[in-house]
Structures are given as structure tokens and as C-alpha cells.
């Protein structure tokens, strides 16, 4: 994923040295905010720019989707080897949820908020105006794209030190969090998120005897199977296919 990472940024930086700072746009309260000071400022006004704003002001038309996307891989690569070290006896199934723990949307706008970057988006007033789950799901974006801007920036361990002073040090309980632990959860947040609307799961086959029956479930979106699960009970084979379906998310919906 390192190298992932690093050929991106080669694509990146080039498009990034001509950005335009907007004047009033206040670097510094921001800079002190996230304790980092940028060699290039234009990328944390980026970041920290709605595509709602963008299409409104012509001087300025790009927006963080795309520092969002790096600002991710970066995120999953440090929590990934955070949590490996600091879990050397966990399987690699108990690890899967410590990291979606840590990188879900939830925690990351809870880390935004207690950061105020909020307070530092520029979007358009409809956006800035709302209180709904969008509003929330832009605060845990605007997290990935500065991560994803301080990494253009300066370094990976740059972005790494960013990660583990405002997200990993806030890290969850896992014994609570494990105990509410929802894939079906996880997967309908990210599905309303992304406007694709609620995850359907039907019963794909049936066997075994009465008194141990053996339920495979499917995961449908859209129209879409993406994903199928096995369990003693619909509940679990459910939740199984919404943990399948979030594995192979990119092979059906690569554009989001």
C-alpha cells in the first residue's frame, strides 16, 4: 500500500504546485489547529474546500475529494500497522474490526469535530447550513483530505504523526465498541453516505436439519450482489454477507 501511496502522490504533486490560495482563507488558525505548517498552504485550503464551494467561486475550483482518496489509504496504512503492533497476539479477523473501529465514519467525525475543522470548511451555504448526517459524513471527509494534504506536504511520517496525536491516541474502547460491533451497521452508513440506499439481504439457500439449520444470505445493492454470508441463523449469515460486501466494495462500486 506504501508504494500505492507514494506513486500517487507523483501524480498529484505535479497539479497541486500551481493552486491558487484563496486570500482570505485563514492558514494559519488552521495550521495551529492541526499543529502542522504547510510549504504549500494551497494544499490545506484544498482539503479543507466543498465541491459545493468550488462550483461557486471560479478562482478556486478545486475541492478535497481527491486529497480524500489519498488522505484514506494513508489513514488505513497507520492504523493498520498501529494496531498490529500493538495487538501481536489478535487474528486477523479481530484486527479487521480494531481498524474499522479506528476508521469508521463515526470516530473520524467525532476526531474532526474535537479538531473544529468544521469551523474552517468552505462550502456553499446550503451545505454549512445543514445538521444531518451528510454535515456529519463531510466533517469525517474533511479529516481524510488533511491527512491526505499533510502527506502531498511534507512526508509519511508527517501524516502519521498527524493520525496518531488527534485520531489514535482518541482510539475507542475496543471491549464496548466490539460488543456493538455491526457490520450490516457499517455497511448502511457507508451506502447512505454514497446516496446508493439501503442494503437489501435475501436468503440464498437453506439446508442442514430442522434443529441446525444453515443459512446463506446476500447482500444486494442496487440491484447489485456484492456479497455473500453463512450462518446458524439469518442474523449472523446477514451479518457475514455485510462484512463480504464491504471486502469486495471496490469490484462493484469502484467509482465511489
Not at 4 to 11: A, E, G, M, Q, R
Not at 79 to 107: C, M, S, W
Not at 154 to 175: M, Q, T, V
Request: glycine share 6%; net charge negative; aromatic share 12%.
Amino acid at each position: 500500500m506504501k508504494r500505492f501511496i507514494d506513486n500517487f502522490t507523483k501524480l498529484f504533486s505535479s497539479k497541486t504546485e500551481a493552486q491558487i490560495v484563496i486570500p482570505d482563507f485563514p492558514i494559519k488558525d488552521v495550521e495551529k489547529c492541526i499543529q502542522y505548517t504547510f510549504k504549500n498552504p494551497s494544499l490545506l485550503a484544498e482539503a479543507l474546500t466543498h465541491s459545493s464551494y468550488s462550483l461557486g467561486h471560479t478562482i478556486y475550483e478545486d475541492h478535497y475529494e481527491r486529497l480524500e482518496f489519498l488522505g484514506d489509504a494513508v489513514l488505513q496504512l497507520v492504523a493498520t500497522d498501529f494496531i498490529f503492533e500493538q495487538h501481536p497476539h489478535l487474528n486477523e479477523g479481530t484486527l479487521t474490526k480494531y481498524r474499522t473501529i479506528l476508521v469508521n465514519g463515526n470516530f473520524l467525525t467525532s476526531c474532526s469535530t474535537d479538531l473544529g475543522l468544521h469551523n474552517f470548511l468552505r462550502a456553499s451555504n446550503a451545505i454549512l447550513s445543514r445538521n444531518d448526517r451528510e454535515q456529519e459524513s463531510i466533517r469525517a471527509d474533511i479529516v481524510e483530505s488533511v491527512i491526505g494534504a499533510i502527506y502531498i506536504d511534507g512526508s509519511y511520517e508527517d501524516a502519521k504523526n498527524f493520525i496518531h496525536h488527534f485520531i489514535l491516541k482518541l482510539k475507542p474502547n475496543y471491549s464496548e465498541d466490539l460488543q456493538t460491533f455491526n457490520y450490516k451497521g457499517q455497511l448502511a452508513e457507508k451506502c447512505q453516505r454514497l446516496g446508493l440506499g439501503t442494503p437489501i439481504y435475501l436468503v440464498s439457500e437453506e439446508s442442514g436439519p430442522d434443529h441446525s439449520r444453515i443459512f446463506i444470505m446476500q447482500t444486494q445493492i442496487q440491484d447489485k450482489i456484492i456479497g455473500f454470508g453463512e450462518g446458524f441463523s439469518k442474523k449472523e449469515a446477514s451479518q457475514n454477507a455485510a462484512n463480504d460486501a464491504l471486502k469486495n466494495w471496490n469490484l462493484s462500486f469502484d467509482e465511489f
